[in-house]
């Protein structure tokens, strides 16, 4: 009898473990989604990654809005991989559990928006590391490169501090 309640248990904590991520994703305000969306388009199309990846978790989020319908965003976060491949027709949290076997991918976005949509310019900045490979440098590098954006001047973006 206690097998079955072990086996139940472990059931339910990979439901939950599962949907975890997709409720994070599910919580981030739209604007923040397309960031999260660019990222996650453009990793499907590097060949060395044979998972899908979905949204774990927020580590810095700033939205700036200077007015005009205009948003600048930063946004780091993780990703996790899947139990499913990248050939998966339709992946989804309940049939793409996470992997616990691999590395988070960390990634960094910083874009602008108008009108709900990311603009071509600036160009968005799209920077995903798997989490070991991460360093101290290449972390310096991001923020600089979104510091440096030609984000018209007087807007300080990574002076605002977002979710931690």
Do not use: W
Request: charged share 20%; proline share 7%; hydrophobic share 35%.
């Amino acid at each position: 009898m206690s097998c079955q309640l072990l086996f139940l248990l472990l059931t339910v904590g990979a439901c939950v473990s599962s949907t975890q991520g997709q409720g994070a994703y599910d919580q981030l305000p739209d604007l923040t989604k397309k960031g999260v969306d660019l990222a996650l388009e453009q990793l499907k199309l590097h060949g060395s990654i044979p998972h899908h990846l979905f949204f774990f978790k927020s580590l810095t989020l700033s939205n700036v809005e200077p007015g005009f319908d205009v948003n600048y965003i930063y946004h780091n976060f993780y990703l996790k991989p899947t139990k499913c491949s990248k050939d998966t027709v339709d992946p989804n949290p309940k049939n793409c559990p996470f992997r616990n076997d691999r590395p988070l991918v960390d990634c960094t976005v910083c874009y602008k928006t108008f009108s709900g949509a990311i603009e071509n310019e600036p160009k968005p900045y799209v920077n995903c590391v798997h989490k070991p490979a991460l360093t101290s440098e290449m972390t310096a590098k991001r923020v600089d490169h979104c510091k440096k954006m030609a984000y018209l001047g007087g807007v300080i973006l990574l002076g605002v501090t977002g979710e931690n």
